[in-house]
């Protein structure tokens, strides 16, 4: 894919965003002026942090589509599944797809702790709950050699150490794009301490 039609489908998708917030609250009404400049750009960050990852991509809480569907539009040779439980950011989800024509990628409206397992190569995560819960969420549906890409706001360190209580994992944190005290956090090898 050239690069004019990923320009073109990332201005797309932030019109779609700034169209559908009011009604639906896809992103904090506060950021809504930073689509490109923070929302869009830490979601490309994390693409090309994984820039190495193959195979199957498992967004969860994806919310009004950040990072799932800019990964999808970086990322056009990944199968791409988003995890949304709420019936209308689901919805915008599913339009987005179909006027991005983002033909890989799907959405599942259930609940992260009930779907069933998806063993995905990849899953990535964004403002969607503290590590130490994310870390089960994530081992429920990654594969055992599979890598998890979770972007972490502030409080990653401690949110680390907490988690280090109750699972060991391997991490490699990749310092944010947009917030020198955010990060990527690139996690393999999970399992109970
Ligand atoms: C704070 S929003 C973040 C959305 C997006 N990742 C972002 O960064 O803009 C969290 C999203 O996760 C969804 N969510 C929360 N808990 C969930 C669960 N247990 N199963 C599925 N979706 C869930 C919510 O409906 C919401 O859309």
């Known amino acids: 894919m050239s690069v004019s039609r990923e320009t ?47 195979g199957s991509w498992v967004d969860l809480g994806s919310g009004g589509g950040l990072p799932g569907i800019v ?17 209308r950011k689901a919805a915008f989800l599913r339009n987005a797809i179909r006027e991005l024509g983002l033909m890989r990628t799907k959405v599942l409206c259930e609940r992260i702790e009930t779907a069933n397992r998806l063993d995905a190569a990849n899953i990535s995560a964004r403002a969607l709950a503290p590590l130490p819960q994310l870390m089960a969420y994530v081992e429920r549906h ?13 409080n990653w360190q401690a949110e680390v150490s907490q988690a280090q209580l109750d699972w060991k994992f391997n991490l490699k944190a990749h310092k944010s794009a947009t917030d020198p005290d955010a990060a990527i956090l690139e996690i393999t090898g999970i399992r109970h301490a």
């Open 8 to 54: 073109e489908q990332l201005a797309a998708y932030a019109a779609l965003l700034r169209k559908w917030n009011p009604a639906i609250n896809l992103v904090a009404m506060s950021t809504i002026d930073q689509i490109e400049t923070r929302h869009i750009k830490d979601s490309l960050h994390l693409a090309e942090a994984a820039e190495n990852a193959r």
């Open 142 to 154: 990654l594969s055992p050699s599979g890598t998890a890409w979770l972007m972490k706001g502030r």
């Open 71 to 87: 990964v999808a539009i970086r990322r056009p040779d990944l199968e791409i599944i988003m995890v949304e439980s709420d019936q």
